[in-house]
Structures are given as structure tokens and as C-alpha cells.
């Protein structure tokens, strides 16, 4: 897991600018507003009366997850995919276990968090709902581009990956990847290892790219 670099600008290839935030450059103009910067307008709109999303506490996105939310300083509201296009999903190992991770994921001080936490016995939290931004990638184009999966364990032991948790792993980002379009390939799923100046080595050599792509294929194909 990794915090959000504060102040740094975004890759134009993960971002595209919603139907809302043109709706808030026009108001911005129409009062004579000096013109919002293209990386402010998709995190805005939601600033606007009647423009908030509809929103359930508590409500999953995967189906089967336990919902336990994460600390309010360790995200960013959004409205993705309408603001930001969701087209990965990065692979995390905490070095702990699964109560370490829910621990310090509903710390505020923490300043990171991931969108779903899975458990040696393939259980699945969900702590941050997947329109909102987690700072998860210690990066924030792959931050607001991104869903961020942690998992019990350490990248030196790989007998904590257990064939559990890599099934209830793949079913959650077969489930991702067939909401959002994205391909079962290892561009668009990552281990943070990968995530463009992160100083972090998760989920390390022991984690079965192969054995895990095919659970995700297979998984994906089930959901038709």
C-alpha cells in the first residue's frame, strides 16, 4: 500500500474528463469564474446542488464481500468510472495479516488504504466503495485509475498464499474486470511492484502470476 502523492499531476492515459465536469466548466464560465484546471473539474462535481451521487453506507461492489470501511482520510471522494476510467487493478501483499490490514486501514493517521482486503481462507472485506479513490498505489494517476486488492501475507513466505485465498482473489478481480471491460492480462492487472515510483516490492517473487491468471480467466468465463 502506498499514500497519495500530494500536488502532483496525473498521466493524461488514465483520466478522461466527465459529462458532470463539463457541466461544471460551463457554470464556471458562465459567471465569469477564471476556468478550473482539466484535473480539478472530475472531483468537483459532486461540490454542485443536486449533483451528488446517490450513495448506500455500507453497500458492496462485490457480491459476497464483508463491507468494514476504511478511515475517511485514507480516500477520495469521486464518481469513477464517470470522472476517472477504471482500467487496472493492482496487486497488494500487507506483510501482516488480515486484521493488521483492517487495523491500519481504519487508522486515519495511516494515509493509505485499499478498496478490498482477502483473508488466507479466500474471505473478502471490501473498505472502500470502487467509484471513490484509494490511496493505495503511492501514485495518484494509478491511484484514480485503479482498484487496489490487499491480501494477507508476506512477499518471503509462500505458503501463506493459499490456494483459498488465490480463488476468492481471482473471483473478486474476475468480477472487476467484467464490470469495467478490462482484458484478464497482466497490463491491466498489477502488483504494486509495478506501479510507476513506488519503492515497494508486494506482492514479490513468490506470487503466482500464472496459476492466478488462470483462476481469473476462469472465473471471468463463469460470469458469462
Known amino acids: 500500500m502506498g499514500r497519495e502523492p500530494k500536488g502532483t499531476g496525473a498521466g493524461a492515459g488514465g483520466r478522461r474528463v466527465g459529462r458532470r465536469a463539463v457541466l461544471i466548466g460551463g457554470a464556471a464560465a458562465a ?13 468537483l462535481w459532486w461540490r454542485l446542488p ?8 455500507g453497500e458492496l461492489d462485490h457480491k459476497g464481500a464483508e463491507w ?4 475517511r482520510a485514507n480516500w477520495r471522494r469521486a464518481d469513477r468510472p464517470d470522472d476517472y476510467t477504471i482500467d487496472r487493478v493492482v496487486i497488494h501483499v500487507v506483510q501482516g495479516s488480515y486484521a493488521s490490514a483492517l487495523k491500519v486501514f481504519k487508522d486515519p493517521a495511516h ?3 485499499a478498496h478490498y482486503v482477502v483473508r488466507k481462507d479466500g474471505h473478502v472485506a471490501q473498505m472502500i466503495r470502487e ?11 494509478m491511484n484514480e485509475r485503479s482498484i487496489g486488492i490487499e491480501h494477507e501475507g508476506f512477499v518471503d513466505r ?32 498489477i502488483g ?26 476462469k472465473a471471468r468465463a463463469a460470469l458469462g
Open 31 to 43: 459567471v465569469g469564474t477564471v476556468a478550473l484546471a482539466g484535473d480539478e473539474l472530475g472531483r
Open 50 to 57: 443536486g449533483m451528488e451521487k446517490k450513495r448506500v453506507e
Open 68 to 71: 468494514t470501511s476504511a478511515a
Open 111 to 113: 494515509g493509505a488504504a
Open 131 to 141: 467509484l471513490d479513490v484509494a490511496f493505495h498505489a503511492g501514485n495518484r494517476d
Open 158 to 189: 509462500p505458503q501463506g498464499f493459499t490456494a483459498a485465498m488465490y480463488e476468492g482473489s481471482a473471483r473478486l478481480t474476475a468480477d472487476i474486470c467484467a464490470r469495467y471491460g478490462m482484458s484478464v492480462d497482466r497490463e491491466h492487472i
Open 192 to 217: 504494486h511492484v509495478e506501479v510507476e515510483g513506488t519503492d515497494h516490492t508486494d506482492p514479490g517473487p513468490h506470487w503466482d502470476w500464472d496459476r492466478y491468471l488462470r483462476l481469473v480467466r
